[in-house]
């Protein structure tokens, strides 16, 4: 854990084969990461852009695309599971997430076998399968975990979201009948890269949107109390020279959660000592920034609504271009 006290952990929002072998290592060895996180962005980028994949790809012959992208995908998320298994072993995280086919997230039957057979294939109980909070999602969830399975549920904006996941967890913890680590993945970043313009242009502050949002949420999950449940935020790169590189992880901090992020953004977080809770945030700080918005005339919930849709199609379109590539 980064920070022993606050129960809080920085995981890295990035697999490459390379990588694996050299700086993730070193990351680990330092007492900085102690998981991490994947999706199809992620593997669309190490796929096309590194040669590293290029010898295993060569290889593979008389097989689907897709069953091409699982032999990669496997292998490296294998690899990293591998590296991470001492600590998980000693109970400190180290997890690593592989997300199922995005195109399966209305198909909650599709999405269960699929996550049972990753599981099983993969073979190594520090894996986290990851499955976006849709209403075939929450169904997914509960059977996963029912069975004992890590869920990272992803792709969650709205505290709606959150609650269905949380209670998916909680049916399927209560059927397993023993504790299953699960998270529930809030973005954050994309919210304000999608308001901040307008807000600007209202007189409104900037940069806060995406963190209240998160902050609404973090305290339901907390709330909820489901065992094993934490609360992971993600999308917390900075775009641009506006912010300080690290200003989604300081002022998310807060106790029992996970932070996944880029790697230069994590690095710049270690280079600031903060070790001080950001979370809670008075409930009053937050309905007032919220009533700005709603003043201003922005539909804060319709702009979450695009955010999830555009989030599942920017996955679906990586999968996609994976696919095609290979």
């Known amino acids: 854990m980064y920070i022993e006290n606050l129960k809080f952990s920085l995981w890295a929002d990035f697999i490459e084969r390379d990588y694996l072998d050299n700086e993730f290592k070193a ?10 996180t994947s999706n199809p962005a992620i593997f669309k980028n190490a796929i096309l852009t590194s040669s590293a994949y290029k010898e295993q790809l060569n ?15 496997i292998y490296d998320i ?25 195109s399966l997230c209305d198909d909650a039957i599709a999405t269960i076998a ?16 990851k499955v976006p909070a849709t ?22 904006f709205k505290k709606e979201q959150a609650i269905s996941c949380a209670n998916a967890f909680k049916r ?14 809030i973005f954050v970043s994309r919210i304000d890269r999608a308001l901040d313009t307008e807000l ?26 489901v065992k094993g449940c934490r609360a992971l935020f993600a999308s917390t790169g900075v775009k641009g020279d506006g912010l300080a590189p690290d200003y989604y992880i300081e002022n998310l901090l807060a106790y029992n959660t996970v ?11 270690t280079k600031n000592s903060v070790t001080k809770n950001a979370l809670p945030i008075k409930k009053e700080t937050i309905d007032a920034h919220f009533s700005k918005i709603s003043e201003a005339g922005i539909n804060f919930e319709a702009l979450l609504d695009t955010q999830i849709q555009e989030g599942l199609e920017a996955f679906k379109d990586a999968f996609k271009e994976i696919l095609e590539s290979i």
């Open 27 to 36: 990351l680990i060895d330092k007492k900085i990461i102690n998981g991490a």
């Open 59 to 73: 290889s593979l012959s008389d097989i689907s695309a897709k069953d091409k992208y699982e032999a990669v995908a």
């Open 78 to 102: 294998k690899k990293a599971a591998n590296i991470l298994r001492p600590l998980y072993d000693e109970k400190d995280d180290g997890y690593v997430s592989i997300e199922v086919d995005p």
């Open 114 to 129: 699929e996550g049972k057979r990753l599981f099983k294939t993969i073979n190594c109980p520090n894996i986290m399968i």
């Open 135 to 156: 209403s075939a999602g929450y169904i997914a969830m509960e059977e996963l975990t029912s069975v004992g399975i890590p869920v990272n549920a992803t792709l969650v």
């Open 172 to 185: 399927g913890v209560y059927k397993y009948d023993k504790i299953v680590d699960t998270v529930i993945s």
């Open 200 to 225: 600007a242009s209202k007189g409104i502050d900037i940069a806060l949107s995406g963190i209240y949002n998160t902050a609404s949420i973090y305290a339901t999950i907390e709330q909820m109390d």
């Open 259 to 269: 932070n996944t992020a880029p790697v230069d953004t994590i690095i710049a977080f």
